[in-house]
């Protein structure tokens, strides 16, 4: 029964870790003075695309990546409650480069909350 109780736990803080590390960001407030280009703003995007994947027709995985370089960021919109960044990512993926332009969009909900859209080859 111990032995269980401790495999419930390790197995509650495997699913937890991701979640505590992910960005936060109900911080911001708002993001009418949020631009993409800034550094705390790309070093948070990169923050939240850790063990992202997408898989429409066999995509790349991030958390595979031995590298990910957030190398351009642009504000495309950015109001009280929606940021949306476009980027141009660089990874090495099986000591393989990659290139990567995609779309991040962020909404603030009310009560703490957001969600995030993470739109490839965009």
């Given at each position: 029964m111990l032995r269980f109780i401790g495999a419930v736990a390790a197995a509650g803080l495997l699913l937890l870790g991701p979640a505590i590390a992910e960005t936060d960001w109900s911080s911001y407030g708002s993001f009418k003075s949020t631009r993409c280009e800034d550094?705390?703003?790309?070093?948070?995007?990169?923050?939240?695309?850790?063990?992202?994947?997408?898989?429409?027709?066999?995509?790349?995985?991030?958390?595979?990546?031995?590298?990910?370089?957030?190398?351009?960021?642009?504000?495309?919109?950015?109001?009280?409650?929606?940021?949306?960044c476009q980027l141009s990512l660089r990874t090495v993926e099986?000591?393989?480069?990659?290139?990567?332009?995609?779309?991040?969009?962020?909404w603030l909900e009310p009560g703490?909350?957001?969600r995030t859209l993470f739109q490839p080859n965009y």
């Open positions: 550094a705390k703003t790309i070093a948070d995007i990169k923050e939240s695309m850790q063990g992202l994947e997408f898989n429409d027709g066999g995509g790349r995985a991030f958390r595979m990546a031995s590298s990910v370089k957030i190398s351009k960021s642009r504000t495309i919109k950015a109001t009280a409650n929606m940021l949306v099986a000591g393989q480069n990659h290139v990567y332009n995609a779309r991040h969009t962020v703490g909350k957001w």
